[in-house]
């Protein structure tokens, strides 16, 4: 079935009408997209019904629906993620809509076809992070012992700017430990590969976020890693076989390209239940218990560090996460100077984004209000509540809701703090992946809204990314920079048509006629327009699509 939400080619000549049209659009004369519920339902918030076929059981037949918000003004009561009202079986077309939702670069994609289909970009992860597998040199890395490639001290020095930089915000070791294992690994002969891969993911880490250019030495530790670890793949998973991999899953985050980082990350995910580290001890179970003791606050965090990544990979690339059974979600406890606990409060609502999923729209309008209340304090741990709230309005959006009033602000407010959030981590040369991408999907989103609130903000998200290009003289920071002007160029234009549209008519059908303007004062007073807001709350209501069939109508 063609209907008007199907996700193929762009559409060149307007919607085409769905051959299963619900009650209520049959009713009112209304193209209908076939969805259940479907797009004008969901805007004007009808019981979108079907009538069942003799003979053939149609999608979504007779199902009435819940009808969506349309408008978002203020915010909502608070919203527990895990009492969220979902189902597990999905519609197909919903399923699809919220995976594209979910990925940034798909809704960079629908958004760019709306606004000029022949010059749209093409379908890419632009901005996921500064490098996309760039940071490399001439020559192909060798593997090596870590003792030859570093000495102690500069180990030592690294190991530093990892605890000082990287494990606030992704704290899962002790530093201790790592201390006492390096000192150990310099003063004796016996070499344990496992924890020589832990050394050497620290140590690429510890480079990546103190130098702008890559060093031989860094890449390397990366290759050498790499080389241990896919090497011992059979074995059966420890504490420092995962803490390994889960060091190589952050660094292919952040510097590294898209498959090979998603790769790695349910790698992780798939050796901590293997490892049964995944959920919290019984004796309930007949289940072997894990042969390892491992410190329940060690094994918390792996869990909760793994599970972030791969969920935010899985939904950037619009790939199926790594769901386990009986999978732990409980956050850490906090410790001084320690930011870890303020990502990991954010999974529940991560979790219920999955297009396996379906929260109704007041879910997930409540959820984005209790993102948005809780208070995130260091730039890596802003940017990533900032990322959530923005795939949150791209779900709502998705559904045809709008924002405005109270609720407009409030996002503003936030994408205002991840810009300034991006900024202070360039700043600190924490290359963290969404330097660049939080300011790229700012951009992205403030162009959806299409209100002169967010079009104003839009000069703040494109200085940021300017100043990402300027330091990280990438490939991918110069075509993400790029990609945002050209969205903004398409934005231009096809306001500019409307724009044109609009002033053929008033040139047509002047407000006035010529003999009867007199210098007399209006009647009216400005106090009395509230009619106006009104009207321009309806015509932010509507999309890109419908905006296209009032000013270009197709002609058959």
């Given at each position: 079935m063609s209907t008007a939400t199907d996700h193929?080619?762009?559409?060149?000549?307007?919607?085409?009408?769905?051959?299963?049209?619900?009650?209520?659009?049959r009713e009112l004369k209304r193209k209908c997209d076939g969805a259940q519920p479907c797009g004008a339902c969901l805007r004007f918030e009808y019981d979108c019904t079907y009538q069942k076929a003799a003979g053939k059981r149609k999608r979504g037949a007779s199902q009435p629906c819940e009808p969506a918000h349309s408008s978002v003004s203020s915010q909502q009561d608070s919203w527990s993620p895990l009492n969220g009202r979902?189902?597990?079986?999905?519609?197909?077309?919903?399923?699809?809509?919220?995976?594209?939702?979910?990925?940034?670069?798909?809704?960079?994609?629908?958004?760019?076809?709306?606004?000029?289909p022949k010059n749209a970009p093409r379908m890419h992860t632009f901005a996921w992070n500064a490098f996309l597998g760039a940071r490399q040199m001439t020559s192909a890395p060798v593997v090596q012992p870590v003792t030859d490639i570093l000495s102690q001290g500069e180990m030592g020095r690294l190991a530093s700017v990892y605890f000082s930089k990287v494990d606030p915000v992704y704290g899962f070791v002790d530093r201790q430990q790592v201390e006492e294992l390096f000192v150990r690994r310099w003063t004796t002969t016996t070499v344990n590969k496992t924890e020589e891969a832990v050394l050497c993911g620290i140590a690429s880490l510890g480079y990546l976020f103190s130098q702008v250019e890559p060093t031989r030495a860094e890449l390397n530790l990366v290759e050498s890693a790499r080389a241990t670890l896919e090497r011992a793949m059979s074995d059966n998973p420890s504490a420092t076989s995962i803490t390994a991999w889960l060091f190589r899953a952050i660094y292919l985050r952040v510097a590294g390209t898209h498959h090979a980082a998603w790769m790695a990350s349910c790698i992780v995910v798939h050796m901590l239940e293997a490892a049964g580290l995944h959920c919290e001890p019984t004796s309930e179970s007949v289940l072997a218990i894990p042969a390892e003791q491992v410190d329940p606050e060690t094994r918390r965090r792996l869990m909760a560090v793994a599970q972030h990544l791969n969920i935010w990979m899985s939904f950037d690339m619009g790939r199926s996460r790594v769901s386990l059974y009986n999978e732990s979600m409980m956050v850490p406890a906090a410790r001084e100077g320690d930011k870890t606990g303020e990502l990991m409060e954010l999974l529940p609502y991560s979790a219920e984004l999955d297009p396996q999923k379906t929260p109704e729209a007041a879910d997930l309008i409540a959820a984005l209000s209790a993102v948005m209340e809780r208070t995130h304090t260091s730039p890596p741990s802003i940017l990533a509540q900032c990322n959530l709230a923005l795939c949150l309005c791209r779900r709502l959006q998705s559904t045809n809701v709008s924002f405005t009033g109270a609720m407009m602000d409030k996002i503003l407010s936030l994408t205002a703090k991840g810009i300034s959030a991006a900024q202070d981590i360039l700043d600190a040369?924490?290359?963290?992946?969404?330097?660049?991408?939080?300011?790229?999907?700012?951009?992205?989103?403030?162009?959806?809204?299409?209100?002169?609130?967010?079009?104003?903000?839009?000069?703040?998200?494109?200085?940021?990314?300017?100043?990402?290009?300027a330091i990280y003289k990438t490939d991918a920071t110069r075509e993400a920079l790029t990609t945002a002007s050209l969205l903004i160029l398409l934005h231009q234009r096809w306001k500019e048509k409307g724009a044109s549209e609009l002033d053929k008519l008033t040139k047509l059908f002047p407000v006035f006629a010529s003999d009867a303007i007199t210098d007399e004062p209006l009647s009216w007073r400005p106090e009395d327009t509230s009619w106006l807001d009104s009207i321009a709350g309806e015509f932010y209501n509507l999309d890109y699509s419908d905006i296209d069939q009032l000013l270009f109508p197709t002609h058959s």
């Amino acid at each position: 079935m063609s209907t008007a939400t199907d996700h193929g080619a762009p559409r060149m000549q307007g919607r085409k009408r769905s051959k299963l049209a619900c009650e209520p659009c049959r009713e009112l004369k209304r193209k209908c997209d076939g969805a259940q519920p479907c797009g004008a339902c969901l805007r004007f918030e009808y019981d979108c019904t079907y009538q069942k076929a003799a003979g053939k059981r149609k999608r979504g037949a007779s199902q009435p629906c819940e009808p969506a918000h349309s408008s978002v003004s203020s915010q909502q009561d608070s919203w527990s993620p895990l009492n969220g009202r979902v189902t597990s079986a999905a519609n197909p077309s919903n399923n699809l809509r919220s995976v594209e939702a979910n990925s940034g670069s798909a809704f960079l994609r629908r958004l760019a076809l709306r606004l000029d289909p022949k010059n749209a970009p093409r379908m890419h992860t632009f901005a996921w992070n500064a490098f996309l597998g760039a940071r490399q040199m001439t020559s192909a890395p060798v593997v090596q012992p870590v003792t030859d490639i570093l000495s102690q001290g500069e180990m030592g020095r690294l190991a530093s700017v990892y605890f000082s930089k990287v494990d606030p915000v992704y704290g899962f070791v002790d530093r201790q430990q790592v201390e006492e294992l390096f000192v150990r690994r310099w003063t004796t002969t016996t070499v344990n590969k496992t924890e020589e891969a832990v050394l050497c993911g620290i140590a690429s880490l510890g480079y990546l976020f103190s130098q702008v250019e890559p060093t031989r030495a860094e890449l390397n530790l990366v290759e050498s890693a790499r080389a241990t670890l896919e090497r011992a793949m059979s074995d059966n998973p420890s504490a420092t076989s995962i803490t390994a991999w889960l060091f190589r899953a952050i660094y292919l985050r952040v510097a590294g390209t898209h498959h090979a980082a998603w790769m790695a990350s349910c790698i992780v995910v798939h050796m901590l239940e293997a490892a049964g580290l995944h959920c919290e001890p019984t004796s309930e179970s007949v289940l072997a218990i894990p042969a390892e003791q491992v410190d329940p606050e060690t094994r918390r965090r792996l869990m909760a560090v793994a599970q972030h990544l791969n969920i935010w990979m899985s939904f950037d690339m619009g790939r199926s996460r790594v769901s386990l059974y009986n999978e732990s979600m409980m956050v850490p406890a906090a410790r001084e100077g320690d930011k870890t606990g303020e990502l990991m409060e954010l999974l529940p609502y991560s979790a219920e984004l999955d297009p396996q999923k379906t929260p109704e729209a007041a879910d997930l309008i409540a959820a984005l209000s209790a993102v948005m209340e809780r208070t995130h304090t260091s730039p890596p741990s802003i940017l990533a509540q900032c990322n959530l709230a923005l795939c949150l309005c791209r779900r709502l959006q998705s559904t045809n809701v709008s924002f405005t009033g109270a609720m407009m602000d409030k996002i503003l407010s936030l994408t205002a703090k991840g810009i300034s959030a991006a900024q202070d981590i360039l700043d600190a040369r924490s290359p963290w992946h969404h330097m660049a991408n939080v300011p790229f999907q700012i951009v992205c989103v403030l162009l959806a809204f299409d209100s002169l609130s967010s079009i104003a903000q839009l000069k703040d998200a494109m200085q940021c990314l300017s100043n990402v290009a300027a330091i990280y003289k990438t490939d991918a920071t110069r075509e993400a920079l790029t990609t945002a002007s050209l969205l903004i160029l398409l934005h231009q234009r096809w306001k500019e048509k409307g724009a044109s549209e609009l002033d053929k008519l008033t040139k047509l059908f002047p407000v006035f006629a010529s003999d009867a303007i007199t210098d007399e004062p209006l009647s009216w007073r400005p106090e009395d327009t509230s009619w106006l807001d009104s009207i321009a709350g309806e015509f932010y209501n509507l999309d890109y699509s419908d905006i296209d069939q009032l000013l270009f109508p197709t002609h058959s």
